[in-house]
């Protein structure tokens, strides 16, 4: 089992930044691939970003190529997604999401557990 709190979010100004964290619980955070997935008002929760393991290979959806990057520190049970250049198109709600298995795995459904969300609002 693992829990998942994520923090960070808040409303800026488009072009600014933010920074996501994630903090898991249990043990076992380092056997878990991570990923990070936003639903917008109205739309279906979808894929943002993933690093495996142990953090050496990591993939984007199109849309935040280039302005988003994501990270974990094993030794804090915590993945990061720092958020660059944001639109107002990335409003959303944050969730992270651990899973198990290792591949390019986008869908919802690859995922185990999930946090709660945070919500992150771009103001144009």
């Known amino acids: 089992q693992v829990q998942l709190v994520e923090s960070g979010g808040g409303l800026v100004q488009a072009g600014g930044s933010l920074r996501l964290s994630c903090a898991a619980s249990?043990?076992?955070?380092?056997?878990?691939?991570m990923g990070w997935f936003r639903q917008a008002p109205g739309k279906e929760r979808a894929f943002v970003a993933r690093i495996s393991r142990a953090g050496s290979s990591t993939l984007y959806a199109d849309s935040v190529k280039g302005r988003f990057t994501i990270s974990r520190d094993n030794t804090k049970n915590t993945v990061f997604l720092q958020m660059a250049s944001l639109k107002p198109e990335d409003t959303a709600v944050y969730y992270c999401a651990a899973d198990n298995a290792v591949g390019a795995r986008t869908r919802v459904r690859d995922y185990d557990y999930w946090g709660q969300g945070t919500q992150v609002t771009v103001s144009s």
């Open positions: 249990g043990r076992t955070f380092s056997s878990y691939a």
